[in-house]
Protein backbone atom coordinates (compact mmCIF):
# COMPACT_ATOMS: atom_id res chain seq x y z
CA UNK A 1 0.00 0.00 0.00
CA UNK A 2 1.88 3.19 1.39
CA UNK A 3 6.05 3.63 0.97
CA UNK A 4 7.80 6.63 1.16
CA UNK A 5 6.96 9.92 0.09
CA UNK A 6 8.87 12.53 -2.39
CA UNK A 7 9.11 15.49 -0.74
CA UNK A 8 7.70 18.01 -3.05
CA UNK A 9 9.54 21.25 -3.91
CA UNK A 10 9.17 24.02 -6.14
CA UNK A 11 9.78 22.79 -9.72
CA UNK A 12 10.82 19.77 -8.14
CA UNK A 13 8.39 16.27 -8.14
CA UNK A 14 4.94 15.89 -6.57
CA UNK A 15 4.27 14.53 -3.07
CA UNK A 16 3.17 10.70 -4.01
CA UNK A 17 0.67 9.16 -1.35
CA UNK A 18 0.43 5.72 -2.84
CA UNK A 19 -2.91 3.97 -2.39
CA UNK A 20 -4.33 0.31 -3.25
CA UNK A 21 -7.54 -0.07 -5.09
CA UNK A 22 -9.82 -2.70 -4.57
CA UNK A 23 -13.44 -3.83 -4.95
CA UNK A 24 -13.50 -0.06 -6.74
CA UNK A 25 -12.20 1.94 -3.41
CA UNK A 26 -9.04 4.05 -2.45
CA UNK A 27 -7.58 2.53 0.50
CA UNK A 28 -4.83 4.22 2.31
CA UNK A 29 -2.27 3.23 5.42
CA UNK A 30 -2.74 6.25 7.84
CA UNK A 31 -0.37 6.63 10.88
CA UNK A 32 -2.24 8.41 13.98
CA UNK A 33 -0.83 9.43 16.83
CA UNK A 34 -1.51 6.82 19.66
CA UNK A 35 -2.12 4.13 17.55
CA UNK A 36 0.84 1.24 17.16
CA UNK A 37 -0.05 -0.03 13.85
CA UNK A 38 -1.36 1.59 10.63
CA UNK A 39 -5.02 2.56 10.22
CA UNK A 40 -7.07 1.64 7.04
CA UNK A 41 -8.81 4.78 5.90
CA UNK A 42 -10.42 5.38 2.33
CA UNK A 43 -10.07 8.43 0.00
CA UNK A 44 -13.78 9.73 0.48
CA UNK A 45 -14.44 13.12 -1.32
CA UNK A 46 -17.89 12.56 -0.83
CA UNK A 47 -17.58 13.04 2.63
CA UNK A 48 -17.63 16.61 3.85
CA UNK A 49 -15.07 16.19 6.55
CA UNK A 50 -12.94 13.72 7.45
CA UNK A 51 -14.13 10.78 9.83
CA UNK A 52 -12.54 8.76 12.27
CA UNK A 53 -14.35 5.27 13.50
CA UNK A 54 -15.84 5.46 17.12
CA UNK A 55 -14.29 2.24 18.07
CA UNK A 56 -10.82 3.25 16.55
CA UNK A 57 -11.31 6.86 18.64
CA UNK A 58 -11.76 4.88 21.57
CA UNK A 59 -9.26 2.16 21.55
CA UNK A 60 -7.05 5.18 21.13
CA UNK A 61 -8.27 6.84 24.11
CA UNK A 62 -9.39 9.95 22.28
CA UNK A 63 -11.90 12.33 24.10
CA UNK A 64 -14.98 12.63 22.35
CA UNK A 65 -16.37 16.18 21.09
CA UNK A 66 -19.71 17.55 20.92
CA UNK A 67 -22.52 15.27 19.75
CA UNK A 68 -23.81 16.42 16.00
CA UNK A 69 -26.28 14.97 13.28
CA UNK A 70 -24.80 13.84 10.35
CA UNK A 71 -26.56 13.32 7.36
CA UNK A 72 -25.88 10.27 5.51
CA UNK A 73 -27.47 8.56 2.09
CA UNK A 74 -30.99 8.59 2.63
CA UNK A 75 -30.26 8.42 6.41
CA UNK A 76 -29.50 10.61 9.54
CA UNK A 77 -27.43 9.29 12.67
CA UNK A 78 -25.28 10.80 15.28
CA UNK A 79 -21.21 11.52 15.78
CA UNK A 80 -18.96 13.54 17.55
CA UNK A 81 -17.28 16.89 16.28
CA UNK A 82 -15.02 18.11 16.05
CA UNK A 83 -12.41 15.28 17.11
CA UNK A 84 -8.86 16.36 17.05
CA UNK A 85 -6.57 13.82 16.02
CA UNK A 86 -3.10 14.30 14.56
CA UNK A 87 -2.68 12.02 11.40
CA UNK A 88 -0.43 11.59 8.26
CA UNK A 89 -0.46 9.52 5.02
CA UNK A 90 3.05 8.80 3.48
CA UNK A 91 4.50 11.70 6.14
CA UNK A 92 1.12 14.12 4.43
CA UNK A 93 -0.43 15.83 7.02
CA UNK A 94 -3.99 14.82 7.10
CA UNK A 95 -6.62 17.44 8.24
CA UNK A 96 -6.55 18.05 12.29
CA UNK A 97 -10.77 18.05 12.77
CA UNK A 98 -12.22 14.36 12.41
CA UNK A 99 -15.75 13.73 12.91
CA UNK A 100 -15.71 10.32 15.52
CA UNK A 101 -18.57 8.34 13.85
CA UNK A 102 -19.04 4.78 13.91
CA UNK A 103 -18.32 2.82 10.68
CA UNK A 104 -19.67 -0.70 11.57
CA UNK A 105 -21.95 -0.97 9.15
CA UNK A 106 -19.85 0.19 6.26
CA UNK A 107 -16.68 -1.97 7.56
CA UNK A 108 -19.34 -4.86 7.20
CA UNK A 109 -20.20 -3.62 3.26
CA UNK A 110 -16.22 -3.31 3.14
CA UNK A 111 -15.73 -6.99 4.58
CA UNK A 112 -12.75 -5.41 6.79
CA UNK A 113 -12.27 -2.86 9.14
CA UNK A 114 -12.56 1.17 7.95
CA UNK A 115 -10.69 2.99 10.86
CA UNK A 116 -11.90 6.44 8.79
CA UNK A 117 -12.23 8.10 6.20
CA UNK A 118 -10.31 11.37 4.33
CA UNK A 119 -12.77 13.89 3.16
CA UNK A 120 -13.49 16.53 0.86
CA UNK A 121 -10.98 18.62 3.87
CA UNK A 122 -7.99 16.78 2.63
CA UNK A 123 -8.58 18.70 -1.19
CA UNK A 124 -9.01 22.26 0.26
CA UNK A 125 -6.98 24.68 -1.33
CA UNK A 126 -4.88 21.68 -3.02
CA UNK A 127 -4.23 20.64 -6.01
CA UNK A 128 -4.85 16.79 -5.90
CA UNK A 129 -4.14 13.76 -8.23
CA UNK A 130 -5.22 10.65 -8.54
CA UNK A 131 -3.71 8.51 -10.73
CA UNK A 132 -5.71 5.01 -11.32
CA UNK A 133 -3.12 3.30 -13.07
CA UNK A 134 0.08 4.23 -11.20
CA UNK A 135 -2.19 3.58 -7.64
CA UNK A 136 -0.46 7.36 -6.73
CA UNK A 137 -1.96 10.13 -5.27
CA UNK A 138 0.04 13.53 -5.96
CA UNK A 139 0.12 16.61 -4.57
CA UNK A 140 0.84 19.20 -6.99
CA UNK A 141 2.60 22.55 -7.16
CA UNK A 142 0.23 23.18 -9.73
CA UNK A 143 -2.62 21.68 -11.92
CA UNK A 144 -1.37 20.02 -15.55
CA UNK A 145 -0.98 22.44 -18.75
CA UNK A 146 -3.36 20.05 -20.74
CA UNK A 147 -6.65 17.80 -20.40
CA UNK A 148 -8.18 15.48 -22.05
CA UNK A 149 -11.87 17.35 -20.37
CA UNK A 150 -11.64 20.21 -17.86
CA UNK A 151 -14.96 20.39 -16.02
CA UNK A 152 -16.01 22.87 -13.42
CA UNK A 153 -15.74 22.56 -10.26
CA UNK A 154 -18.46 23.76 -7.44
CA UNK A 155 -17.54 23.68 -4.11
CA UNK A 156 -20.21 24.50 -1.14
CA UNK A 157 -20.46 23.67 2.86
CA UNK A 158 -17.00 21.50 1.76
CA UNK A 159 -18.88 19.27 -0.63
CA UNK A 160 -17.23 19.01 -4.41
CA UNK A 161 -19.61 19.17 -7.04
CA UNK A 162 -19.19 18.93 -11.14
CA UNK A 163 -21.47 18.87 -13.93
CA UNK A 164 -23.15 15.58 -15.26
CA UNK A 165 -25.30 14.87 -18.27
CA UNK A 166 -27.14 11.78 -18.25
CA UNK A 167 -29.05 10.57 -21.39
CA UNK A 168 -28.78 13.60 -23.53
CA UNK A 169 -29.95 16.03 -20.88
CA UNK A 170 -28.62 19.06 -19.60
CA UNK A 171 -25.92 18.94 -16.69
CA UNK A 172 -26.60 18.37 -13.42
CA UNK A 173 -24.33 19.04 -10.13
CA UNK A 174 -23.33 15.71 -8.68
CA UNK A 175 -21.14 15.17 -6.23
CA UNK A 176 -17.87 14.12 -6.69
CA UNK A 177 -17.33 10.87 -4.84
CA UNK A 178 -14.36 8.58 -4.54
CA UNK A 179 -16.19 7.26 -1.79
CA UNK A 180 -18.87 5.56 -4.25
CA UNK A 181 -17.12 2.28 -5.68
CA UNK A 182 -20.09 2.53 -8.62
CA UNK A 183 -19.91 4.65 -11.74
CA UNK A 184 -22.83 6.81 -11.69
CA UNK A 185 -25.83 7.14 -9.17
CA UNK A 186 -28.42 9.41 -10.37
CA UNK A 187 -31.78 11.17 -9.03
CA UNK A 188 -34.31 11.29 -12.01
CA UNK A 189 -35.81 13.88 -10.78
CA UNK A 190 -33.26 16.23 -8.88
CA UNK A 191 -34.84 19.81 -8.02
CA UNK A 192 -32.83 22.44 -6.17
CA UNK A 193 -33.36 22.09 -2.17
CA UNK A 194 -35.59 24.67 -0.60
CA UNK A 195 -34.31 26.31 2.40
CA UNK A 196 -33.75 28.85 4.59
CA UNK A 197 -31.21 27.53 7.22
CA UNK A 198 -27.91 28.71 5.96
CA UNK A 199 -25.89 26.38 8.87
CA UNK A 200 -23.28 23.83 8.02
CA UNK A 201 -24.24 20.25 7.91
CA UNK A 202 -21.94 17.50 8.19
CA UNK A 203 -22.49 14.96 4.92
CA UNK A 204 -21.25 11.19 5.05
CA UNK A 205 -22.57 8.25 2.84
CA UNK A 206 -22.57 5.49 4.96
CA UNK A 207 -25.47 3.34 3.77
CA UNK A 208 -26.38 0.70 2.10
CA UNK A 209 -29.58 1.78 -0.21
CA UNK A 210 -31.47 -0.77 -2.71
CA UNK A 211 -31.85 1.11 -5.75
CA UNK A 212 -32.97 0.51 -9.53
CA UNK A 213 -30.28 -0.31 -11.77
CA UNK A 214 -30.63 1.53 -15.63
CA UNK A 215 -27.89 1.46 -18.43
CA UNK A 216 -27.56 5.08 -19.10
CA UNK A 217 -25.23 7.40 -21.55
CA UNK A 218 -23.20 9.61 -19.44
CA UNK A 219 -21.65 12.78 -20.57
CA UNK A 220 -18.40 14.57 -19.02
CA UNK A 221 -17.93 17.56 -20.94
CA UNK A 222 -17.35 15.99 -24.11
CA UNK A 223 -16.52 12.79 -23.02
CA UNK A 224 -19.17 10.33 -23.62
CA UNK A 225 -19.47 6.80 -21.90
CA UNK A 226 -22.31 4.77 -23.30
CA UNK A 227 -24.25 1.29 -21.09
CA UNK A 228 -23.19 3.11 -18.01
CA UNK A 229 -24.51 0.90 -15.00
CA UNK A 230 -26.14 3.54 -13.42
CA UNK A 231 -28.13 3.42 -9.66
CA UNK A 232 -31.08 5.48 -10.23
CA UNK A 233 -33.48 7.66 -7.36
CA UNK A 234 -36.62 8.67 -6.81
CA UNK A 235 -35.64 11.21 -4.32
CA UNK A 236 -32.51 12.50 -3.51
CA UNK A 237 -29.71 11.65 -2.02
CA UNK A 238 -28.33 14.95 -0.68
CA UNK A 239 -30.38 17.89 -0.50
CA UNK A 240 -30.18 20.17 -4.40
CA UNK A 241 -27.89 17.07 -5.66
CA UNK A 242 -28.70 15.18 -8.43
CA UNK A 243 -26.16 12.44 -7.32
CA UNK A 244 -23.04 10.81 -7.23
CA UNK A 245 -20.14 10.38 -9.26
CA UNK A 246 -17.96 7.65 -8.38
CA UNK A 247 -15.08 5.24 -9.43
CA UNK A 248 -16.51 3.40 -11.50
CA UNK A 249 -16.41 6.12 -14.04
CA UNK A 250 -13.40 8.26 -12.49
CA UNK A 251 -10.54 5.05 -12.21
CA UNK A 252 -10.59 5.14 -15.98
CA UNK A 253 -8.49 8.43 -15.96
CA UNK A 254 -6.25 10.69 -13.98
CA UNK A 255 -8.28 12.78 -12.26
CA UNK A 256 -6.88 16.02 -10.58
CA UNK A 257 -9.00 18.49 -8.29
CA UNK A 258 -7.83 21.46 -9.05
CA UNK A 259 -9.34 23.79 -5.22
CA UNK A 260 -7.71 26.82 -5.84
CA UNK A 261 -8.45 27.14 -9.40
CA UNK A 262 -12.37 25.03 -9.00
CA UNK A 263 -12.42 22.80 -11.98
CA UNK A 264 -11.54 19.26 -11.86
CA UNK A 265 -9.54 17.53 -14.95
CA UNK A 266 -9.24 14.29 -16.68
CA UNK A 267 -6.89 12.54 -18.69
CA UNK A 268 -7.06 9.47 -20.23
CA UNK A 269 -4.56 6.25 -19.44
CA UNK A 270 -1.58 5.72 -22.10
CA UNK A 271 -1.83 3.05 -23.70
CA UNK A 272 0.61 1.34 -22.39
CA UNK A 273 -1.42 1.39 -18.93
CA UNK A 274 -4.34 0.07 -20.78
Avoid at 4 to 10: D, N, P, S, Y
Avoid at 136 to 149: G, N, Q, S, T
Avoid at 238 to 248: Q, T, V
Amino acid sequence: MLCAVVVQMMGGPATEIPFDYRDGLIWLKVRAEGASESLDFLLDSGASVSVIDLGTANRLGLKLGSRVAVRGVQTETAGHWPQRLNASASSVALPRDFLALDLQKLSKACACRVDGLVGADFFRDRVVQVDFAARIIRLLAVAPAKADESLPLEIQRDVLRVPVAVNGGKPQWMRLDTGCASALQWVSSARPATTTATRRRISVGLAEVPVAMASTTVTLGKLRFDEVPTGVHGKQIFAGEAGLLGNGLLSQFIVTVDAPNKRLLLVKFPAASR
